[in-house]
Antibody, heavy 120, light 106 residues
Framework: EVQLLESGGDLTQPGGSLRLSCSAS????????MSWVRQAPGKGLEWISVISSSGGSANYADSVQGRLIISRDNSKNTVYLQMNSLRVDDTAVYYC?????????????WGQGTLVTVSS | SYELTQPPSVSVSPGQTASITCSGD??????VYWYKQKAGQAPVLVIYEDKKRPSGIPERFSGANSGNTATLTISGTQTLDEAEYFC?????????FGSGTKVTVL
């Protein structure tokens, strides 16, 4: 059974940093791209980043380019999201999702999400 | 940037058919995917590549994509189908989601 478990969400001040983790199990992790998708309170889904199966390629949404960095450790079956210069509008539940295809793909399994709150 | 437009809400009686639309420029030139999200839960993929159902998704869920509009159809809608539904497509290095449609079964 595919399982994705996010952690690292917290309350932080504007300008602060956080690192989110997503631990995967139930599939061959190094064969799949992985993404982060977020959902602000009461809002829709927003894709923010994807990383290739090897970790050699990554793409970002324009809204987070330069502030968020995605990475992965295939030896630990874990994908990370380093979040810097956080803003109030980064407040959201952050989901990791297994991604079928680095481009032109989709998200076939999702974690339960971790809440990031940015507030002074 | 590319946009996908969905109606904010759809109401349907139990046992009837619910149709949820997703509109975007030349949408039939790309694959469309659909996700179901119940309140407080993570999204679940219900349709991929316009009309395919993942394992475990009931046959009452179907999809189509033609022209500028993709449609998710729920036949014989049940109360457990009440949720928000999001469409998704790909556009030049970015995954794009629709704004979501809340389906109410009453």
């Amino acid at each position: 059974e595919v399982q994705l478990l996010e952690s690292g969400g917290d309350l932080t001040q504007p300008g602060g940093s956080l690192r989110l983790s997503c631990s995967a199990s139930g599939f061959t992790f190094n064969k799949f791209a992985m993404s982060w998708v977020r959902q602000a309170p009461g809002k829709g889904l927003e894709w923010i980043s994807v990383i290739s199966s090897s970790g050699g390629s990554a793409n970002y949404a324009d809204s987070v380019q330069g502030r968020l960095i995605i990475s992965r450790d295939n030896s630990k079956n874990t994908v990370y999201l380093q979040m810097n210069s956080l803003r109030v509008d980064d407040t959201a539940v952050y989901y990791c999702a297994r991604t079928r295809g680095l481009e032109r793909g989709y998200f076939d399994y999702w974690g339960q999400g971790t809440l990031v709150t940015v507030s002074s | 940037s590319y946009e996908l437009t969905q109606p904010p809400s759809v109401s349907v009686s139990p046992g009837q058919t619910a149709s949820i639309t997703c509109s975007g420029d030349s949408l039939d030139n790309r694959f469309v995917y659909w996700y179901k999200q119940k309140a407080g839960q993570a999204p679940v993929l219900v349709i991929y590549e316009d009309k395919k159902r993942p394992s475990g998704i009931p046959e009452r869920f179907s999809g189509a994509n033609s022209g500028n509009t993709a449609t998710l159809t729920i036949s014989g809608t049940q109360t457990l189908d009440e949720a928000e539904y999001f469409c998704q497509a790909w556009d030049s290095k970015s995954y794009v989601f629709g704004s979501g449609t809340k389906v109410t079964v009453l």
